[in-house]
């Protein structure tokens, strides 16, 4: 028997690379996936902030038409009238101004919100012995 001292061992084991391999596979493919997933994220914000500034656009343009529906207006004849009348005092030949308190326009805006049942409401405080006394004996 002869042992040859210089030969090395080859039944020894190689080290095993395929925890590392799989390991790295799937550091790759999270990776892939947390990408497309921001990207899909960011899509879908951008998306949403889109439909939003057009939602504010449309609304800043509609706000701009009635803006100048009413600088149109302005402009008829009959505005103009309003204002003179409104601002000035200014009337037609042969019409008679007659100004009014400014209280008077208060009570009739205020009489113009009332309805019926809050009319009826608005009755006269009366007094705890005088509602008593209404209870027991009636009505006076």
């Known amino acids: 028997m002869s042992v ?12 095993n690379t395929f925890p590392l391999v799989y390991i790295g596979v799937i550091a790759v493919f999270g990776y892939v996936v947390w990408i497309v997933g921001q990207s899909v994220y960011n899509e879908t914000h951008n998306n949403k902030l889109l439909e939003q500034r057009q939602s504010d ?8 038409q009635v803006k100048e529906k009413f600088i149109q207006y302005q402009k008829t004849d009959n505005y103009i ?9 200014y009337a037609k030949p042969g019409e008679t101004i007659i100004n009014l308190p400014e209280q008077f326009y208060r009570d009739i805006k205020q009489d113009e919100g009332l309805t019926d049942v809050n ?3 608005e009755k006269v405080a ?15």
């Not at 040859?4 to 080290?15: A, I, V």
Request: net charge positive.
């Open 4 to 15: 040859n001292h210089f030969q090395e061992n080859t039944d020894r084991k190689k080290p």
């Open 57 to 64: 656009l449309d609304q800043v343009k509609l706000q701009a």
């Open 81 to 89: 009238e309003l204002q003179a009348r409104e601002h000035f005092g």
């Open 119 to 121: 009319k009826k409401s």
């Open 126 to 140: 009366v007094s705890n012995p005088q509602l008593w006394w209404q209870y027991y004996f009636g009505d006076k």
